[in-house]
């Protein structure tokens, strides 16, 4: 590659200009600097990266969601089992958005506009949404207004309320953009996006499909809209292919670290609850029953077997109404490992070419039926709930039309509850963020006064654990509400997060809603 050398020739001699100015005019592209690379150079690593914080954000909230039980009651996820949200426990989805993601899409903006590759900026706007929205979502609050200003090391924090409106604008000029035509010569998309392979039309439709999700957020707020939700949703992931499923590599492909299942890198020494077995099971209060009931299919795929010799059997999972303060070893028998091994068979989640399903068609189906429910429409749900249900089955490979047609699944639509939507919606949205979002929205297993109430509760069987860390939540009806504030916040920022809110000094501060989880 050539430097780009700029010659002032004027009549009767040679402009001289300063060595300043001469350099500042000058790239090699051979020296690492923020503008040689192009976007479709930059896009592969910011889909990574961000896959990497959120993924871990899901693996943050499914242990909060009582998906997953720390065996390690020494470390940071144990810390989460018993609901001691510690600055250090919820770090990485943070430091993974700023540090390795977040920061390099200003850049290939910058790089997308030169070039007018409108659809590299199209997908830029998309996941810059997607990543502060998410962090809105488990923080309540981070920067985002001087996240990026050059030299301030302390950005000022904004509230999710503020990081939402932003969020839904870009989305929106990501849709306009993705809409374009490219400038000639503009790389095209399928050279970078590892995601959809340049597919234009499927990128759209995510865009949709996380304002969809966003907007489904807002239950709670005077800013609900189910009609702009179903029509968002009408422009969302409908199929599998459509949906956003981010594929690992497994050994055989590749011997690096870097490109193996998240889930699996993050699931050595946790377990699976016994709450989420009785939810893949029918075993809750208000499961569907009947003379034909059918094992769901994905069963086999999400518990894992216990291999002794020529046998397996299935894992128990953890109990955390009778689990001690003490936790338990990982190397406890009856509880199988996730990580596929001699010893397991694991789960669909955690082999090492697993894929990460980050937006899927399941996840709108759910949120149609929601939707519906509440719209006093039971038919409707009631279709879009088996929809939503056969959808996780396509994804996860297996046929689900015994299932759909047996006991196991409400067949009437006067019988159908928001538990029965939402149960299932936990299941297909295994270790992903969302989970924690909806439990969240739907007040766990509460009553309107906070307390455990089986009968009126969404998650039947959600339980606050006997050891729950009652410095943070001393009182029955307080529950886990956001992540902490990380540690880089706290230790190097602290003057700015504290007058974005003065509660983060208060010991209960992990129980506060954020914005849209207010009553």
């Not at 889909?47 to 997953?68: K, M, N």
């Not at 070419?353 to 980050?358: I, Y």
């Not at 969404?458 to 606050?464: A, N, S, V």
Request: charged content about 15%; glycine content about 6%.
């Amino acid at each position: 590659m050539k430097s780009k050398i700029l010659l002032y020739i004027m009549v009767g001699g040679v402009l001289l200009t300063s060595c300043k100015d001469w350099m500042d005019i000058n790239d090699n592209p051979n020296n690492p600097n923020t503008s040689v690379p192009t976007a479709d150079l930059r896009l592969p690593s910011i889909l990574a990266q961000f896959v990497d914080g959120y993924e871990s954000a899901g693996t943050r909230g499914a242990i909060l969601s009582q998906q997953l039980v720390s065996a390690n009651n020494s470390a940071n996820n144990w810390n989460l089992t018993q609901w001691n949200i510690t600055s250090a426990s919820i770090n990485w989805p943070y430091q993974s958005w700023y540090v390795y993601c977040a920061v390099n899409i200003p850049d290939m903006l910058k790089a997308a506009e030169k070039v007018g590759a409108n659809h590299y900026y199209g997908v830029g706007k998309v996941m810059w949404a997607w990543g502060f929205a998410n962090l809105a979502d488990m923080y309540g609050m981070v920067p985002y207004d001087e996240a990026f200003v050059g030299g301030n090391m302390t950005p000022k924090y904004d509230q999710g309320e503020y990081i939402y409106e932003k969020a839904l604008q870009e989305l929106n000029l990501g849709i306009e953009y993705l809409q374009k035509n490219q400038d000639p010569g503009a790389p095209e998309l399928s050279k970078g996006d590892y995601l959809y392979s340049g597919d234009v039309q499927k990128w759209i439709k995510l865009a949709y499909g996380l304002k969809a999700r966003m907007l489904n957020h807002l239950s709670k707020t005077n800013k609900y809209d189910p009609v702009e939700i179903l029509a968002n949703i009408d422009k969302a992931p409908k199929t599998v292919a459509e949906s956003a499923i981010y594929q690992y590599q497994d050994d055989a492909v590749s011997t690096n670290v870097a490109t193996i299942s998240l889930q699996y890198s993050n699931n050595n020494t946790n377990r699976l609850s016994q709450l989420y077995l009785n939810y893949i099971l029918n075993n809750y209060t208000g499961a569907p029953k009947g003379s034909n009931n059918v094992e769901d299919p994905r069963a086999p795929l999400l518990i894992p077997n216990i291999i002794t010799g020529d046998s397996q059997s299935r894992t128990e999972g953890v109990n955390l109404a009778t689990l001690s303060a003490n936790g338990f070893p990982s190397s406890e028998p009856k509880y199988g490992a996730l990580r596929p091994s001699s010893t397991s068979t694991g789960t669909w989640y955690t082999f090492k070419g697993a894929k990460g399903p980050l937006l899927t068609n399941s996840e709108m189906f759910f949120v149609k039926a929601e939707v519906y429910y509440k719209q006093g429409n039971k038919v409707q749900a009631l279709q879009a709930y088996k929809d939503g249900i056969k959808a996780n089955c396509d994804l996860l490979g297996v046929n689900s039309s015994a299932f759909l047609a047996s006991s196991s699944v409400v067949q009437d639509a006067n019988v159908l509850t928001l538990s029965h939507i939402m149960i299932q919606k936990y299941i297909a949205l295994s270790y992903s963020p969302e989970m924690f979002n909806d439990v969240r929205r739907m007040d766990y297993c509460t009553d309107a006064s906070g307390a455990y109430n089986e009968a009126q509760g969404i998650y039947k069987g959600f339980i606050r654990p006997n050891f729950a860390y009652s410095i943070a939540f001393p009182t029955q009806d307080l529950w886990p509400r956001r992540f902490n504030v990380p540690t880089y916040g706290i230790q190097y920022n602290y003057a700015q997060v504290i007058a974005a809110d003065p509660d983060v000094s208060a010991v209960t501060y992990t129980a506060k809603p954020v914005f849209w989880d207010k009553k």
